[in-house]
């Protein structure tokens, strides 16, 4: 059994050592993160599994479905090469989920319209614009403080278009503390041009505030 992860492909010709093992047969079950989906093409590949498939629906991302969606099709697609059947297996806790279902029926027109019309109803690209703005000090208490402050700012202005403050999937980055917003906005010109100028007021007014000089900030205009 060979295991293929960032820590295991880490050396020097680790990663082609792997690979060379798996296909030549000295490697019988091949077991690792997603990057064993990328690229690799296994001629004596006869089963593929895919474990716990809900954890790739449950980021904190509108494009979750849409991701989860491309991986388990581009991992089943692993399996049965050369012109040889091959068999998927798919364990989740929710089979019942939608992208799950679409994925075993191999339903593209499917996930296409659902996941539009989702899009459309929640405020989300291609039908909106994002921003994404955040917020990131070393003391936690300090950046609970000035997002306070911002999301006051912010909120007063564009009301539901603000969404936020929320610690993002990786809440803390080399000693700083992460605070996320976002902000979605219809495609219209004057709308976005406003929104960025009550960002960079809003952003002004929380630095000035004494003790909050420090908090940095940082401005994505379609982060997607």
Known sequence: IGRMDLETVRGKNAHAKLINDFEEGRLDILVGTQMVTKGLDFEKVGVVGVLSADQLLQFPDFRAG????????????????????????????????????????????????????????????PYYRLIRITLRHKKPQTLNGGASIFENALKSK???????????????????????????LPRDAKKIRYAKEVAQQAIGGMQQTPGYSGVRVNVDVDPY
Do not use: C
């Not at 809440?171 to 979605?184: A, E, H, P, Q, T």
């Open 66 to 125: 849409e991701r989860a969606f491309q991986l388990m099709l581009q991992v089943s697609g692993r399996a049965g090469r050369k012109h040889k059947q091959g068999k998927v297996v798919i364990q989740a806790f929710n089979t019942a989920s939608p992208v799950i279902r679409e994925v075993l029926a191999n339903d593209y027109a499917g996930f296409f319209t659902r996941e539009m019309a989702e899009r459309q109803e929640f405020k989300y690209p």
């Open 158 to 184: 564009l009301g539901e278009w603000a969404i936020g403050p929320a610690i993002p999937y990786v809440g803390r980055v080399r000693g700083y503390y992460l605070l996320d917003f976002l902000i979605k």
